[in-house]
């Protein structure tokens, strides 16, 4: 099992970058494929980001793609969301999420993850 925790929302002008943060407990945090999602009141959780439990691969929807960068440290056992020329549109709640897996797929579909964190609040203001 493993747990996590977001971190690095707030609030920020547009334009302007914010980078998040998910701790993850457990010493087998390589061993799973990870994502980011977002999702604002009453909506469905949406795709933001994946890669793979080694790292080698990426994947990001066209709305963040260019702007956005995941990254993960093994070592550290802590994924990242580099969040650059923010938009209002961006204001979600995201969240990081953890599928256990060796292979090199990135999941899209939240359905597929098995752990969560929190959350965390990112709001860009126009």
């Known amino acids: 099992q493993v747990q996590l925790v977001e971190s690095g929302g707030g609030l920020v002008q547009a334009g302007g970058s914010l980078r998040l943060s998910c701790a993850a407990s457990g010493r087998t945090f390589s061993s799973y494929a990870m994502g980011w999602f977002r999702q604002a009141p009453g909506k469905e959780r949406e795709f933001v980001a994946a890669?793979?439990?080694?790292?080698?691969?990426?994947y990001y929807p066209a709305s963040v793609k260019g702007r956005f960068t995941i990254s993960r440290d093994n070592a550290k056992n802590t994924l990242y969301l580099q969040m650059n020329s923010l938009k209002p549109e961006d204001t979600h709640v995201y969240y990081c999420?953890?599928?256990?897996?060796?292979?090199?797929?990135?999941?899209?579909?939240?359905?597929?993850?098995?752990?969560w964190g929190q959350g965390t609040q990112v709001t860009v203001s126009s």
């Open positions: 999420a953890a599928r256990a897996t060796l292979s090199e797929g990135v999941p899209t579909t939240p359905r597929t993850y098995d752990y």
């Open positions: 890669i793979s439990y080694s790292g080698r691969s990426t």
